[in-house]
Structure formats: C-alpha cells, structure tokens
C-alpha cells in the first residue's frame, strides 16, 4: 500500500487510541494507521455500497457512551489531511478552496433595497422634524412642549437601565462559567426546569379557565417529560459538546464582543426603523377620514421586508464569523501551521466580502416568510370577519412551520459557507443531506444546549428586573413618584437582561453547529489535530467515525 509522508515531516499527533475497523486497508502516515481512501469513489451521504452499513447510531450491542471495540462499519473515508492552508483564506485548502465571491446578484439587490430605504427616511425623518418644529407632532401626555425628554429617559431611569444591565451582564458571566464548569448537571437541570415551567404555564391557565392554552401547556410539559427517556442518552455527547464549545470561546473572548456589538447595531437600527414608520404615517396617513392610503401601505410593507433582511443580515453576519473562528479552531489549532493571530478579524472579513453574497441570498429567504407573515397580521384585520381570520391564522401557522424549518436548515448552510466558502444553495443542500442523514442526532442535541440557555436567559431577565424594581423601590425617583412608570421600567429591564445572555447563548450555538458540521464531514481531522478531544466525542458518539 502506498505510504503518505508530509512535507518537512511535519506531522499531526496520531489518535491515542486506533479507530479503524480490523481487516481494512490503511494507509500509513510515519508508521501512524490512517484511514483507508480510494480517490476513485465518490462516498454520498446517505449511500453506500453495502446496504448493511446504511444505520444510525452506535453499532448494535455497543452501549452509547462506550468507545467502539470489534468490528464495525468502515471507518470514515477521507483523504489524509495534510495540513495545508490557503493563504487567501486562512483556513485549511481540502476545506475552503480558493475564496470567491458568491451569489453577488443577492448582495447587489440587498445593496439596492437599503439605499432604497435610507432615500425614504430622509423624507420620513425630514417630515418628523418639520411638524415637531410646527407643534403639530403627538407628543406624550404630560410633555408640553418638542423634545422635552420623557420620564424614565432622565438620569435616575438610566441609572434604573445602566443596573439591568450591569445585573445581566454579571449573570451571564458567572451563568457561563457554571455551565462550562458543571454541564452535564446544567443540561439536566434547566431539562428539568423547561418541563416545570410547561406544567406551571398549564396550571396557571387552568386557574384562569383559559382551557385552550392550559391543554397545549400540559401536552407540551408531558411531551418533553416523556423525551427525558429517549434523550438521556444523548446527554454525554451534548455535555462534551457543549463543555468543548465553551472552553474554546473562552480563549477567543472576541466573538463575544462581535456578538454584542451585533446586538448594539440590531437595537440602533431597530429604533431607526420605527422613526421611518412615523414618518410615513405623518407623510400620507389621512388625518380627516382616518383611512391609510394604498401608497402607505405598500411603504409600510417595504419598510418591514428592509427591516426584516436587514436584521437577518446582521444575525447571519455574526454567525457566519463565528462559526469562521470554531471551523479555523478545529483545523488549525494543533497543526503545524497553527492559529492566526486573529482568527476572528479574518473570520470578520471573509463573512463581509466573498460570503456576503451568500448571506443575503439565505437571509433573503427568511425575510420573505417574515413579510408574508405580517401581511396576514393585516388581512386579520379587527377581528370581525370570522373566515378572513380563520385563513389568515391557517397561513400564518403555515408560513411559521416554513420559516422554523428554513432557520434550522440556514444555520448548518451558513457553517458550510463559512467552513467551504461556498454558494447558498450547495450549502443548503449539503446542510440537508446532512441533517436527512445525522439531523436526529443534532435536533437532539440543540434542544438539550438550547434548554441551558433559554432557561439561563430566563433567570437574567427576572434578576435584571428584580434590580430595576428594587432601585425605584428604595430611590423613590422623581419622574415615577406615583409608580407610572415602573412597570415599563421592569419589562425593559427584564429584556434587557434576557437579551444579554441569548447573546452569550449566541455564541456557544454558532459554535455547537460549526463542530457539529466538522465532525460529519471529517472527524479525522479532529484526531490528529485534538486527539483527546476526539476520544471523548467518540466515546459519547461511536457513529462519528462511520461512513454515511
């Protein structure tokens, strides 16, 4: 059998353990067992010559959370990794060819809509000023003259603001280094707390006689309570997973800082969308006959698609960086070449020019679905027409299994960009052929880490708001002497804090996808590179080295 030997003799850290199959040919890399591959086989996922390898799971009789012993299907066929880099792109050649830009029609029309927008909110915002100065603008009840700052804009409600979110900022930190500390008893846990928190829902429900409601929380909460049995097994591969991905980010504290400065730029943007919406209605909303003009209402529906896409451009923007960084981690962390200095700033970069096109195209997707769904929010209407709300409800549930399916789909495609630099539709497709193939495994997987940060989110904003509450409490400020505004105060707080650690969670989920995807398409690389890591994956997930 021919020998492969890299140049310069550089080589990876063999695997601690052998992982091949007995009886199957090896290539040797410096004395060190390789797995087999024959150039002239193309392996699809999901075919196989030999139907008997068509499975799932661990091999039978192998309890899960055991390593593999005896023999069992092949070994995952790829080609020996030989640790080159692309110099364009930083990350290794096998996986990331030659950057190019893709999918450039999406990015232009992207271009095309939000210069279309900035135009129409020179006017929008031109006409906001132009009736504040005539004091014709609304103003709130209390403000009698323009831009006398509202209440809890003064600085004892910025103190009550600054306090949420210093209090979430605190919690997702210590929240973080609990979970990377204890995960497995995290995971369990918040599993534990989602199933109490579907009942309470129902019982509260049921004491309100919403019945309704109260029957959907009860079957939710003896639904997820029944998946306990099905799931616990996959609990150790998430617990490495999830302990794997928060080591990693704590070395690479810039992703964190991208994914709030993503959260900033959502915020800025979100408060400019709602300026321009004003100054629409003041342009062509007819004060006399209180009718919205069908000029209004085709600039109210563009405002919402630009703000949708725009929005999700942001998101994906962040993820793809993200995932970027964790792809370069895997590959390069432990070679030869090593990691760049700044695996993020490059990571950045790529996402904004040769991806950029791909991001448009996937986020424009989920824009569409978001527009359409608002429109049946409209053809609701008052609520009068019976069969108007019926379709409209039936549409709309319809567009939101579609939207949930697509979002899931676009987070592995947005890894593939990142990881392969390629379109969005080969992306999108390699993501399904994956997910057809290995998707129960990670459905399972994002639900139990998902858990740990919904619940983790849902503590920060409670505690965020316990601490606004607390400092009109006992500082008894001015503005809300009768208590007027301490219940918008508390729920901005509470969001506040609850969006401070999804964002965390943000992180950790780009991370969770990105390894996910490197795992299926090459977990050899993770064994030179990682070996231990890779032990303990194996030993939690024995199918990670079988071919699909």
Same mark, same amino acid.
């Given at each position: 059998?021919?020998?492969? *030997? ?7 850290? /063999?695997?601690?353990? &052998? ?17 087999? $591959?024959?150039? *002239? ?16 799971? #661990? ?15 092949? #070994?995952?066929?790829? #080609?020996? $990794? @030989? ?17 190019? $830009? ?13 210069? %279309? ?13 132009? *009736? ?26 910025? =103190? ?54 109260? =029957?959907?929380?009860? =079957? ?15 609990? /150790? ?15 690479? &504290? ?60 942001i998101k994906n923007i962040i993820h793809v960086t993200i995932a970027g960084v964790f792809a370069t981690y895997y590959f390069m962390a432990g070679s030869p070449q090593g990691m760049s200095k700044s695996p993020t700033l490059a990571s950045f970069k790529r996402a904004c020019t040769t991806s950029i096109g791909s991001i448009c195209f996937g986020s424009l997707i989920i824009a569409v679905i978001q527009t359409l769904r608002a429109l049946t929010q409209i053809l609701r209407g008052d609520g009068n027409d019976g069969i108007m709300v019926f379709i409209a409800c039936i549409i709309d549930c319809i567009l939101g299994c579609l939207q949930g399916m697509i979002e899931y789909v676009n987070k592995y495609a947005f890894c593939q960009v990142a990881i392969y630099g390629k379109a969005y539709i080969p992306s999108a497709r390699d993501t399904w052929n994956i997910l057809k193939d290995r998707g129960i495994v990670q459905i399972i997987n994002d639900n139990l880490i998902g858990n740990v940060w919904a619940m983790g989110a849902i503590m920060s904003g409670v505690l965020s708001g316990l601490a606004s509450y607390l400092y009109l409490r006992y500082a008894n400020?001015?503005? *809300? ?40 398409? @090459?977990?050899? %690389? ?15 997930? /024995? ?6």
């Amino acid at each position: 059998m021919a020998q492969y *030997n890299p140049p310069d003799q550089q080589q990876y850290p /063999p695997p601690q353990q &052998p992982y091949y199959p007995q009886g199957q040919q090896q290539y040797t890399y410096n004395s060190q067992q390789q797995p087999a $591959y024959n150039p *002239n086989t193309q392996q699809q996922w999901g075919l196989h010559q030999d139907p008997q390898h068509q499975y799932f799971g #661990a091999p039978s009789g192998i309890p899960q959370g055991q390593p593999i012993t005896g023999v069992v299907p092949p #070994a995952y066929e790829t #080609a020996p $990794y @030989d640790g080159t880099v692309n110099p364009e792109s930083g990350l290794p050649a096998k996986f990331n060819p030659r950057p190019r $830009y893709n999918d450039c029609w999406a990015f232009f029309l992207f271009i095309a809509q939000l210069a %279309a927008f900035v135009v129409l909110s020179g006017f929008a915002i031109n006409k906001l000023n132009e *009736n504040r100065q005539m004091g014709s603008g609304y103003y709130p009840p209390g403000q009698q003259t323009p831009g006398a700052p509202l209440g809890f804009f003064s600085k004892s409600g910025l =103190i009550a603001m600054l306090i949420a979110v210093l209090t979430g900022a605190v919690v997702s930190v210590l929240y973080f280094m609990l979970t990377e500390a204890f995960p497995r008893q995290v995971i369990k846990v918040t599993f534990a707390l989602s199933i109490i928190a579907y009942l309470a829902v129902a019982i509260y429900y049921f004491i309100r006689g919403l019945w309704m409601p109260a =029957i959907f929380g009860l =079957i939710f909460g003896i639904l997820y309570a029944s998946m306990w049995f099905f799931w616990k097994s996959r609990i /150790p591969f998430a617990t490495e997973m999830l302990r794997a991905v928060t080591s990693i980010s704590k070395k690479y &504290p810039a992703t964190f800082a991208l994914a709030f400065l993503g959260l900033f730029v959502q915020i800025v943007y979100s408060v400019y969308f709602i300026t321009v919406i004003s100054g629409c209605y003041e342009m062509y909303y007819n004060q006399e006959t209180k009718t919205t003009p069908g000029k209004l209402q085709a600039l109210i529906v563009f405002c919402f698609f630009s703000f949708y896409w725009t929005s999700q451009v942001i998101k994906n923007i962040i993820h793809v960086t993200i995932a970027g960084v964790f792809a370069t981690y895997y590959f390069m962390a432990g070679s030869p070449q090593g990691m760049s200095k700044s695996p993020t700033l490059a990571s950045f970069k790529r996402a904004c020019t040769t991806s950029i096109g791909s991001i448009c195209f996937g986020s424009l997707i989920i824009a569409v679905i978001q527009t359409l769904r608002a429109l049946t929010q409209i053809l609701r209407g008052d609520g009068n027409d019976g069969i108007m709300v019926f379709i409209a409800c039936i549409i709309d549930c319809i567009l939101g299994c579609l939207q949930g399916m697509i979002e899931y789909v676009n987070k592995y495609a947005f890894c593939q960009v990142a990881i392969y630099g390629k379109a969005y539709i080969p992306s999108a497709r390699d993501t399904w052929n994956i997910l057809k193939d290995r998707g129960i495994v990670q459905i399972i997987n994002d639900n139990l880490i998902g858990n740990v940060w919904a619940m983790g989110a849902i503590m920060s904003g409670v505690l965020s708001g316990l601490a606004s509450y607390l400092y009109l409490r006992y500082a008894n400020p001015s503005f *809300n002497s009768n208590d007027e505004f301490t219940y918008v105060i508390v729920v901005m707080a509470f969001v506040m804090g609850l969006q401070m650690l999804f964002t965390v969670g943000t992180v950790i989920d780009s991370g969770v996808a990105t390894t996910f995807v490197c795992l299926a398409e @090459d977990p050899a %690389a993770l064994a030179r590179t990682k070996p231990e890591l890779f032990e303990r994956i194996r030993a939690t997930w /024995p199918a990670v080295v079988q071919v699909r």
